[in-house]
């Protein structure tokens, strides 16, 4: 089955950096865009970076400049690299992948940036 395992959350000061990991397995990862999102207390799940199998990147703009999505086909796995945190990046930040239609999320992972 289909599963998405994050990891490398934490807590972090302003202008601090973390690595968040997703590990993937039960599917040809290789294959597949995989994406990060996010979700604040009181707040909508929002995109925040994309990468597409043949690793073309998309992010939202409040991640352009600070953050990098990246892949390792030999892993399975996508990482998200986040500098220059803000402590409006504090969320659940959670892996996704869509298979033939249906999205496939992990449990999440706590990111938490004190000013």
């Known amino acids: 089955q289909v599963q998405l395992v994050e990891s490398g959350g934490g807590l972090v000061q302003a202008g601090g950096s973390l690595r968040l990991s997703c590990a993937a397995s039960g599917f040809t990862f290789s294959n597949y865009y995989m994406a990060w999102f996010r979700q604040a207390p009181g707040k909508q799940r929002e995109l925040v970076a994309g990468?597409?199998?043949?690793?073309?990147?998309n992010s939202a703009d409040s991640a352009k400049g600070r953050f990098t999505i990246s892949r390792d086909h030999s892993k399975s796995t996508v990482y998200l690299q986040m500098n220059s945190l803000k402590p409006e990046d504090t969320a659940v930040y959670y892996c996704e992948t869509s298979i033939n239609g249906r999205d496939y999320w992990g449990q999440g992972t706590q990111v938490t940036v004190s000013s």
């Open positions: 990468i597409s199998p043949g690793n073309f990147t």
